[in-house]
């Protein structure tokens, strides 16, 4: 009987044993400590440069992981715009009679005079032609010879040639050119000095601008609001 006793005894100890061994097994490999196969990590890395008060940049980028992958990129600048010099219309207009009158010198033929008359027919022209928007000798509906009439020049201004065997007037008593801002000079004397010497390198404006015959000069300049200065001599 004793025996019997004993043997359920330990049959019993023996079931909670491995009752506990499974329930100590099941802990240790359950959900809690395993690490899903498909986990992913999203790092983020952002850079700014930037640089003085006028303009800078910001860029952004993003980095995600996963089984697309892929990232963003995200830039901002701002940049300033170089403003164009402001040139004075009568202090060119000055300057190319100058710059005229000292070639003429140079060659031995005397200067000339502006006269107020000659000035405002050269800028009636010359605003014309920036509102055309090309050089030409008709602007407004208004030859060469037709602006002379109609500023009572025509037959005041009629000049000798060398040769005193005829006489030059109409077209023959005008030039014309166009300088920009910034690309031929970004004062009122380079500006100048840029269109009498493209005068002064072609034959006909620097045969024109060389009579010695003439007395007085009238100039035109048109800036317009793009930097273009349209340029009108007219002689007398």
């Known amino acids: 009987m004793v025996n019997k006793v004993v043997l359920v005894f330990v049959a019993v100890i023996a079931l909670t044993a491995m009752a506990v061994g499974a329930f100590v097994g099941m802990e240790l490999g359950g959900p809690g400590t395993a690490t899903p196969a498909g986990a992913t990590a999203t790092p983020t890395a952002t850079a700014t440069a930037g640089g003085g008060g006028t303009g800078g940049g910001t860029a952004t980028a993003t ?17 300033t715009a170089t403003p164009r010099p402001d040139i004075d219309r009568e202090e060119l207009r000055s300057a190319v009679v100058a710059e005229i009158n000292e070639r003429r010198g140079n060659r031995s033929v005397q200067r000339l005079s502006t006269d107020p008359t ?19 000798n008709t602007a407004d509906g208004f030859t060469t010879a037709e602006r002379y009439e109609e500023f009572d020049l025509a037959d005041r201004c009629r000049i000798a040639d060398d040769s005193n065997t005829g006489t030059r007037e109409d077209e023959e008593l005008e030039v014309l050119g166009r300088v920009t801002v910034g690309e031929d000079g970004s004062t009122v004397e380079e500006l100048a000095t840029t269109a009498v010497d493209t005068w002064f390198s072609q034959t006909e404006p620097r045969r024109r601008l060389t009579y010695r015959n003439a007395d007085q ?15 009108t001599v007219d002689l007398c």
């Open 63 to 79: 980095a995600g992981g996963g089984g697309t992958g892929g990232g963003t990129a995200t830039a901002t600048a701002t940049a």
């Open 118 to 136: 000659l000035m405002e027919m050269a800028q009636f022209h010359s605003d014309n032609m920036a509102a055309q928007g090309y050089l030409s």
């Open 217 to 231: 000069i009238g100039v035109g300049a048109n800036v317009t609001d793009a930097g273009r200065a349209y340029l």
